[in-house]
Structure formats: structure tokens, C-alpha cells
């Protein structure tokens, strides 16, 4: 039994010619439906129980959601999943994975031997969803409350992009939200940001089942979650979340807003069609969440032949969901035919949009005249940090920055004064205030970069990358290069005290350079310049940087130029291989090394050093990590192994280290920091050049 449909779609293109196109649609029968979705119920099942590992519960209560969103709703490319004008579809819960997978398969992404391989050694098919465009997974997904606030920017990046490029952007961005992902702090941000932005072309899921991993969710919050988005901006529909006719007519309404985002409260029933040896309903039960149906209480067996398939052969497609996915294929050929030649008369007609569509998409790196910026002497890094914003906002077009209620502060208004802020109905600008949300700002710019186009940067001060942390590794992880900037750095804070003042943030950070990703590269690029000119070139190595994220750590206070033999700008590009010799004495006595403020500081005790006769080489370190990655004769040459060695470090002396060796001496810093003048602080802490004379005359004494 089919219903038949007849609607227009009509396609805008640059704001002048409309191309209506007649469109029959089939609906599918609710019965098929309903049988796709118990498919994707027993393969999701079938997958935790051979895995002896995984959450079936979730995925069995879901299935019908995501299989209404997949055979009728969602576009995309079957043959190119990296087409820009597809919709997107993001997984908040990473357990739920099997449901992703199940359905996935149903589209031809996964084979039954994939599913089988789930949580094993070398599979495509992990435990928790691992960014893969090939196979249909737009996000990796775990940490709860994350992948929804990826939706929201790339929801962001998707108006950003259609306010430049027009209607060729015009595409949905779908998110799936558990209980976990609502009461993760983190919804409050997304939440928020996305109701104030009026991000209509956001429709998010959430799969309200009552039930999480250890307890029914009535045990740990009474919240009205309807009345909160409502008081957030968004439109709410809420239905059955196991009945495919709601879950249909939630969509086309939600599909119809122009306005605001849109939240489906779907109330589904964890573990959906699961029942005991004798056949009774084992649904809504907590055991479900988080372990195999047959550890939980539930007959595996008999749930399966309760769903209509076979337990000893449950990896198999029903005859009429092939039919079901085969058909949704064909109409996504329609479909994408028809988008695509709208882009090519669009395109033929908007040559230079045309062109900047593909650089964008493409990643190439934009082309600026590094070494034109001219920088005033001895500024704080993050005023020289303003003075570069301030030229790529004038030459990146597809960039946003973002401030967590800091633009004044971490001079990202360097950027904001040549645009002007991302509004509701206005995406003109490419500035994102996104208030005070560290973590939900990381992980818009995470969901910015996810969308590909746009090159997403966002800032606050350094001792709040604690509340950006998760997101940062998972950056990371997923190989997005957004860039992090972070400043007032060090003690140095000054009168705010202790609470303000970062002492281990930089070797936490630093940790991450250390960590390999998945391609075997430094899983982040960590960069502390040493004065104004080094932080240009910590910009350029930043935005060049397109396969991992990038830490940038600014000074709040002025720093003295460091000093040059020639072009100070030719000689800091050597920042490239992450540590260089600035200054250097024939025949030295010692290496002094350091990255920031204090090179300068070292650059002061030098002279007290070289007045008594002690000869120094002074090296800066910006990136320990990038110098790890130098041939061995390079860092031979900068940090030979028999040289004396003393570093100085505004953090943590572990810092420096590695690169000082056993031999060697660090002065650092092993307590939190004080409330004082940031210059009285200095003296008491020791990192003058009086001390730095000091402390070398000791270690050499030794």
C-alpha cells in the first residue's frame, strides 16, 4: 500500500531566476516502515550480543526514528558522500551506534561482515561512531552532549555559507539527542546559542525513553526539557517516537519552520520488541541500556523472532526493506539530479561564487601576504595576534571567530572590527559571540569545521582551555583543524590571582603534541611565540595547518622584540622546526631555551651573563612538538648533547624537561600563582634577567 504526494520544490538562484520542479512522491507504507525499523531493531541487537559488548536498548527505541529520517527524508549523494549541498546527520549518543551502523547498511554503506566486526581489531564499525564521510558517519561521537553542539555549527556554518554563496546551500542539518546529551551541561550552550541564532534549518531528535545507563531518568531530574527549549527559542513538537506516522508529520512541520530551530521530543521505549524465554515484554527496562539482551534478562533469541527474524541467521536485509532503500535510492538520484543542475545554472551564472565554493570546500589554504603585516614593537602577543586577525578578516571570506564574552579581551575584536557579529536572520557578518560557553564554543567550532567551507577559530582566556578539554581531544581525534586561541598565558594575569592565572595548562596541552592521531601525526599543533613578529608566524603555520587542530597561547602583558641579526621576520620563520637559535655566542658556555614571554627574559639575563664572561646560545621554543618532528641532526645543531643546558618556563618546569635532558636545570613555576602587579610577581617568582644571571652562575658552579 503506497500514498501518493504532489508537491513543488523551488529552487532560487542568486535571487533571480525560479526553477520550480513537480515532484511525485510515494510514500511508503507504514507497515514496511515499521519492518525496516524492527530490521534495524535485530541487526542492532544482533551486533552488542556477537560483540558480547555494546548498547542495544537505545538503538532498539530509536530505530523507527532514524529509519523514517533515512528512506524518506534525508539528501544526499549516495555516490559522493562529500557533496557539499547534502544534509547532515549527527549521533549524540556514540552508543547508539548499532542503530547508525544498522541503518547504514540498509543504505549500502556497511555490509552484514561489517556489522558482525563491531568493536573488533581493525573493523569500520567501532564502538562508538568514528568520523568516516565514506561510510555515512558525519561525526565521531562518545562524550554526551558533544555531537548535538557539532549540529548547531555546522547549522551555523551552513547560514554563514548560504549568505555568501546563495540557495546552493540551502540543506538541513539533523541531529539525534539522547537523555544523557540533554542533561550534559553542554545543552545548555548549544541550546541557547542555537534558539538566539534562529537556526531553522536545524532539526534535532530527542529520544526520550526515561531510561539511562543506571537508573530511570526519573531518579535524577524532574526538568520540563519541552518548556526549556521553548524558553530557548526553539519549536517543539512532541510525539510518539515509535509510531512512523508521527515521526512523519513531526518532520514536514518541522521542515516548514522558517524561523527557529526545531526539537522533536520523540517518547520512544528503550528496547523496543525485547522479551523473555516465555515471551513477555522485557521493554523499558535499564538492563537494556548498556549491555547484550541476553545478559540483561531478555532471550535474545525469542526478541528476535519477536521482531520477524531468524536468531541463528539475524544478519540479513528483509526483502521489503531492500525494496524500501532501493526505491529512496532512486528518488535520491531525482533529487540530487535536480540540485545539481540547479548548482551548474547557478554556478554558470555566479562564476566567482562558483569558484569560491570549491576553494572553500577544497581546504586550500588562503593566500596571505604574511610578511607585509607589520607589527609594533614590544606588544603583548595577543595585540600582535589582533593585528594579524585584523588582516585575515579583510582576506579569508570563509572564516569565523568566535569569543566566549572575551573580544575586548583577547583582542579577537582585531577581527570583529572588519565584520561584525553572526545574528539571527543576518549571517553576513562572521563574528560568533557565543557568551560564556567555553566547551559549547569549542565544540561549534568543532561542527564549523565538521561542515567543511569555513575555517573556524575561537578564543578566551588560557586558564579556561580546562572547560574546552573534551572537545579539544576530540578535535583531535577527528583531525579538524580549528584553531584555539588562548591568552593571558601565564602568572603574568597578575591582580586576578590564582584563579585566573594558568600554571598547567601549558603541559597539558603539550601532552597532546605528544600524542599521535590516527595518521601519525602530532594529534595537535601547540605554538607559544616569543614576541610580535614569532606570533605572525604562528598565525601562518596555524591557518596552513589543515590536518589537526592548533593551540595558540598568547601573553596578556607587552614582551620585548626579540633580537635579529637581519629580518627579524625571515629569522622567526624558522618557528616552522619548532625550536630556532635566536642569539647565539661563538664558543657559548649554555643553552638557554624557553618559549613566550621569557625568551625575552632570557634574552635580559643573557647580557648580565655575557658581561661576566659567560658565553650563551638562546633558543626559542614555540613548539616542542614541531621540533621533535626535525631530523636529528637539526635538533643536534640547536641542543647539542654536550652543551649545558637551562630553560625557563612561565608553567610547569616539566615543560622544558625533555629538551634540557637530566643534566640540565628548568626554573619554573610549582605553585599556583599570586594576586599582585603582574611586574611584582615577576621579581617575586624569579623571572627577571637578574635571576635568570643567578640561577645559570649556580647551575654552572655544579
Known amino acids: ?193 542555537a534558539g538566539h541564532l534562529g537556526l531553522s534549518n536545524l532539526i534535532m531528535f530527542y529520544d526520550s ?60 521505549i528503550m528496547g523496543k520488541g525485547a522479551v523473555k524465554e516465555d515471551g513477555s515484554s522485557f521493554e523499558d527496562q535499564t538492563a ?97 595576534s589582533a593585528a594579524v586577525l585584523g588582516v ?42 557565543v557568551g560564556v560557553c567555553e566547551l559549547t564554543m569549542a565544540c561549534l567550532s568543532i561542527g564549523i569545521s565538521l561542515h567543511g567551507g569555513v575555517i573556524p577559530a575561537c578564543a578566551t582566556f588560557f586558564v579556561f582551555s580546562d572547560y574546552m578539554k573534551p572537545a579539544i581531544r576530540m578535535a583531535a581525534l577527528m583531525q579538524q583543524p580549528v584553531k584555539f586561541i588562548w591568552t593571558h598565558d601565564a602568572f603574568r594575569v597578575g591582580e586576578d590571582g590564582p584563579t585566573h592565572e594558568p600554571v598547567e595548562q601549558e603541559a597539558q596541552l603539550r601532552l597532546m603534541e605528544k600524542l599521535k592521531n590516527h595518521h601519525n601525526q602530532n594529534s595537535m599543533l601547540v605554538l607559544r611565540p616569543g614576541d610580535a613578529v614569532e606570533t605572525t608566524v604562528a598565525w601562518k603555520l596555524a591557518i596552513e595547518n589543515t590536518s589537526t587542530p592548533t593551540g595558540l597561547i598568547f601573553s596578556r602583558q607587552n614582551i620585548k622584540n626579540l633580537p635579529a641579526k637581519g629580518s627579524r621576520y625571515e629569522e622567526a620563520l624558522q618557528s616552522a622546526k619548532g625550536a630556532y637559535i635566536v642569539q647565539d655566542s661563538q664558543n657559548y658556555d649554555v643553552i638557554l631555551l624557553a618559549s613566550g614571554s621569557e625568551v625575552s627574559t632570557l634574552v635580559d639575563g643573557a647580557k648580565l651573563l655575557e658581561a661576566d664572561g659567560i658565553k650563551t646560545r638562546i633558543v626559542s621554543v614555540p613548539s616542542e612538538g614541531l621540533f621533535r618532528n626535525q631530523p636529528k641532526e637539526y635538533q643536534d645543531s640547536v641542543l647539542p648533547a654536550d652543551k649545558k643546558k637551562f630553560g625557563l618556563t612561565a608553567g610547569l618546569p616539566v615543560n622544558l624537561q625533555g629538551l634540557v635532558g637530566d643534566s640540565g636545570k628548568v626554573w619554573g613555576l610549582e605553585t599556583f600563582g599570586f594576586s599582585a602587579p603582574y611586574k611584582v610577581l615577576d621579581e617575586k617568582l624569579g623571572f627577571t634577567g637578574e635571576n635568570v644571571y643567578n640561577q645559570v652562575k649556580d647551575y654552572l658552579k655544579k
Open 1 to 193: 500500500m503506497f500514498v501518493l504526494h504532489l508537491f513543488f520544490i523551488t529552487f532560487e538562484i542568486n535571487n533571480s531566476k525560479i526553477i520550480s520542479v513537480l515532484i511525485f512522491l510515494i510514500m511508503n507504507d507504514i507497515k514496511v516502515l515499521n519492518k525496516a525499523a524492527d530490521n534495524i531493531r535485530i541487526l542492532a541487537a544482533s551486533m552488542v550480543e556477537k560483540a558480547k559488548s555494546g548498547h542495544p536498548g537505545g538503538a532498539m527505541g530509536g530505530a523507527d526514528f532514524i529509519n523514517v529520517l533515512f528512506s524518506e527524508y534525508l539528501v544526499y549523494d549516495p555516490e559522493n558522500p562529500r557533496w557539499e549541498g547534502r544534509d547532515r546527520f549527527f549521533l549524540d549518543p556514540g552508543h547508539m551506534s548499532p542503530m547508525l551502523y544498522s541503518t547504514l547498511a540498509l543504505t549500502g554503506k556497511y555490509t552484514m561482515e561489517d556489522l558482525q566486526q563491531f568493536r573488533q581489531w581493525g573493523s569500520i564499525t567501532p564502538g562508538h561512531p568514528e568520523l568516516d564521510l565514506d561510510h555515512g558517519v558525519e561525526n565521531t561521537s562518545g562524550p554526551l552532549g558533544q555531537g548535538h553542539t557539532y549540529a548547531v555549527g555546522a547549522a551555523i556554518a551552513a547560514k554563514f555559507l548560504q549568505a555568501r554563496l546563495g540557495e546552493v546551500m540551502n540543506h538541513t542539518i539533523y541531529a539525534f539527542i539522547s537523555d544523557g546529551g540533554v542533561q550534559e551541561e553542554i545543552s545548555q550552550g548549544a541550546g541557547r546559542v
Open 209 to 268: 525513553n526515561g531510561i539511562q545507563l543506571s537508573t530511570k531518568t526519573k531518579e535524577v531530574t524532574d526538568e520540563d526539557v519541552e518548556a526549556k527549549y521553548k524558553a530557548w527559542g526553539w519549536h517543539v513538537i512532541s510525539i510518539k517516537g515509535n509510531d512512523a506516522a508521527e515521526i512523519r508529520k513531526a518532520l514536514d512541520e518541522a521542515k516548514q519552520e522558517k524561523l527557529r530551530p526545531t526539537l522533536i521530543i520523540g517518547h520512544t
Open 288 to 384: 537494556t541500556h548498556g549491555m547484550p539482551l541476553g545478559e540483561a534478562g531478555a532471550s535474545y533469541e525469542k526478541s528476535i523472532e519477536n521482531l520477524g527474524g531468524d536468531s541463528k541467521n539475524p544478519f540479513v536485509i528483509f526483502s521489503e526493506v531492500k525494496e524500501l532503500y532501493a526505491s529512496r535510492a532512486k528518488e535520491l538520484k531525482a533529487i540530487v539530479g535536480e540540485r545539481l543542475a540547479a548548482k551548474d545554472k547557478w554556478a554558470a551564472a555566479n562564476p566567482q561564487l562558483a569558484e569560491k565554493l570549491q576553494r572553500w570546500f577544497s581546504g586550500e589554504v588562503p593566500h596571505i601576504d604574511w610578511a607585509g603585516i607589520q607589527q609594533k614593537n614590544d606588544i603583548a602577543s595577543r595585540a600582535a
Open 392 to 433: 585575515l578578516a579583510q582576506n579569508v571570506e570563509n572564516m569565523i571567530v568566535a569569543s566566549a564574552d572575551l573580544s575586548n579581551s583577547d583582542k579577537t575584536d582585531g577581527f570583529l572590527k572588519y565584520t561584525h557579529s553572526l545574528n539571527k536572520n543576518d549571517f553576513s557578518g562572521a563574528f560568533l559571540q
